[in-house]
């Protein structure tokens, strides 16, 4: 064994071998991948190897798109069969809300370049014999679904990994990983040690033990998954002889199944709503080539199902139960990239799907190690996305519900239950007794809409039971005044000598004077958008950050990478030690300047001004700045000071009619200005001229602040995209994001959110367009559970487009 290496990877499974091939391919040969035992001694073995361009989300969905091209280049480059068999599939649907669940597949399938049809159940019959098509109402047909050789595909990658020069190691343990102070990493294995610049942890069912070994506690916890496979089925012979080809894929959601040809019978996997975690808190070392005993009546409820919807599985025997263990992360979606505070340390676990995903998470890791980027938009998949706050106990929970739900249809208004409340801030009672109705973010109750007494979410894809509720706190905003709680917010502090000079370096924004505020887009390497914020100038108090809540942990990564190693920039996430209120509509004012003895007059206290005052008793720091596009004002506020700012506000705003409002009416507010968000509109894929944010980027300035060159080529050459907000002709459902935007007969873009604006009374869609049609006002269309809506370009605000309520 090498004793240095410019990357270690640990794990030999479908993930290691796939992210050591495509560093390799990528041109860095100097790699080694140890394995404690024989390749496939993980979950990776006992799969049962089916894979699937579907998603949840688009940008996954298109890496599992490419894992699945990339299987016939392995197999060609390693000489290894790698046993794909490239059937298609049919994923059924049982009842009309999981048809327009499909519908919804099917459409965003269009800007994905994944094949997708909409067919009857008769249809789906004549494609795959063994189901019952009285039991389904329709179903969704892809090409792309197959089965492969779990063992064949993952020696694939390794041999063609080795072809370009890198190593394997087998029966090698890593025991301990080290930092030493040079930064490089000591991989310490039963054989001896590496030292390498970068580790890679892809342990699979050991991560948690791997990034143990460096004080990581990483949210994934393995399940137990059970399949069986029944005896030769005439039926299946009957069919093979008739076409000449085997039984395509089948996905019963509403059974909670999947079906495919095992030689001569069929294997039909579930998941089951009993779910049990296998190995809650330490994965055994000497778990290996063992399966777990199964468990038929945890799956029999499925089984039932099952047989009822393929009637050709009563009479026939089962051969073998395969019941094994594989991780999951608290939303089913893979953990990787680079973890914050142990640079060179980089994760690829929790891939739940490593035949459909394991190529796409080595793409992404590989292109990050080597260019500093994933190269695509992998927000779904980073590691980032969970804090501190994703305790195993949350992990356990969130596992359990999601891997219960894994075929379960998630409405756009449907908030799950397990692991919360977990966070929640000083005035959650207070809020819950006006009938808070909480959603969740980054592990934080939020307050979506206010619910009267026995009145709650009804799930749905169409306008639902809160819409009027919304559209009264809207109207409470717009004519009068509205509170709503803020924490969500990512707030930073930074100070030092050095700040000003970072942040300027930083940011792409001109930074603002003692006493203002100014949005700041933060742009990479490449020009594209990394962050936006509110940035505060708090003269010798430093430096006040407001970003986006879910992306704490992202943002601080980027942040303390960038960082001088000189001492001179400190830069904290205030995370729960700083809370949040915000009142916003025409009588703002009024309100605040009966709570503050401040001078908060317009020519005193003007748009995108910040000053720290007392609200009634509490010292707080005060922006005047607001999302909803209105007269508005945030409100900083230290946790124990929160109950006072709020009593001392609403008192205050009784006499204005003061009322609370949650997100969903936020939502409604800000459509109706344009404005986006990040995660939504702003992502590391667009740039700001791309985004719309272009204005907010001070170009000429000094500084050579990050992006820049890129930025300016940018603006030079005009991009490929251009953000755009459309009123769409719909009638009792909106886009929710993800939604395909037809011009001239085809698909040319997609939308990022939208929703109904109140207010205004319209409905709202937000997407990306090609430039070339950006400028065309009439002739788009956007398909909303499978019909198509005329809509055209709103151009200027529908609300307040000289922004006189803002800044009057
Ligand atoms: C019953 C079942 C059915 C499945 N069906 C499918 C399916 O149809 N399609 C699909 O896509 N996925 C399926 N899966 C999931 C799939 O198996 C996983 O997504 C995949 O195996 C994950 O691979 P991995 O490389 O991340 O982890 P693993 O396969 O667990 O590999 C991790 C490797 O790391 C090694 N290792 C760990 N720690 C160390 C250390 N300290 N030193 C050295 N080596 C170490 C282990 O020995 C192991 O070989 C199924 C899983 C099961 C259990």
Known sequence: ???????????????????????????????VLLERDELTSGSTWHAAGGMHTINGDPNVAKLQKYTISLYKEIEELSGQATGVHLTGGVLLAATEARLDWLRGVVAKGRYLGIDLEVISAKEAAELMPLLDPK????????????????????HAYAKAARKLGAEVERFTKVEDIVRRPDGLWRVITNKGEVVAQHVVNAGGLWAREVGRMVGLELPVLAMEHMYLITEDMPEVAAWNAKTGTEIIHAVDFDGELYLRQERGGMLMGTYEKANKPWSEYQTPWNFGHELLAPDIDRIAPSLEVGFRHFPAFQNTGIKQIINGPFTFAPDGNPLVGPVRGLPGFWVACGVMAGFSQGGGVGLALSNWMIEGDPGADIWAMDVARYGDWATMAYTNAKVRENYSRRFSIRFPNEELPAGRPLKTTPVYDLL?????????AYGLEVPLWYAPEGVKDEFSWRRSSDFSHVAREVATVRDGVGLSEISSFAKYKVTGEGASAWLDRLLACKLPKPGRMTLAPMLKDDGRLIGDFTLANLGSDGWFLAGSGIAEQYHMRWFEAHLPGDGSVHIEALGAKLTGLAIAGPKAREVLAKVSRAD????????????????????????????????????WVAPEYQRAAYHALTAAGAEFGIGLFGSRALNALRLEKNYGSWGREYRPIYGPLEAGLDRFVAYGKEADFIGKTAALAERKQGGKLRLRSFIVDADDADVIGDEPIWFGGAVRGWVTSGGYAHHSKKSVAVGYVPKEIADESDGFEIELLGKRHAARIQAAPLFDANFERMRG
């Not at 990357?7 to 050591?20: E, K």
């Not at 819950?432 to 969740?440: I, T």
């Not at 317009?602 to 596009?629: E, K």
């Open 135 to 154: 039991q389904f109402v329709g179903a969704v047909r892809n090409k792309e679904d197959g089965h492969l050789d779990p063992s064949g595909v993952t």
């Open 600 to 635: 908060v007059s317009n020519a005193a206290f003007p748009f995108m001004a910040v000053a720290r005052m007392d609200i009634g008793m509490a010292p707080c720091l005060v922006g005047r700045v607001s999302y909803t596009g209105d007269l508005g004002y945030e409100i």
């Open 432 to 440: 819950s007794a006006k009938g808070a109705q909480f959603g969740v």
């Open 1 to 31: 064994m090498k004793s240095h290496a410019k990357v270690v990877v640990i794990g030999g499974g479908v993930v290691g071998c796939s992210v050591l091939f495509h560093l390799a391919r990528h041109g860095w040969t100097d790699v």
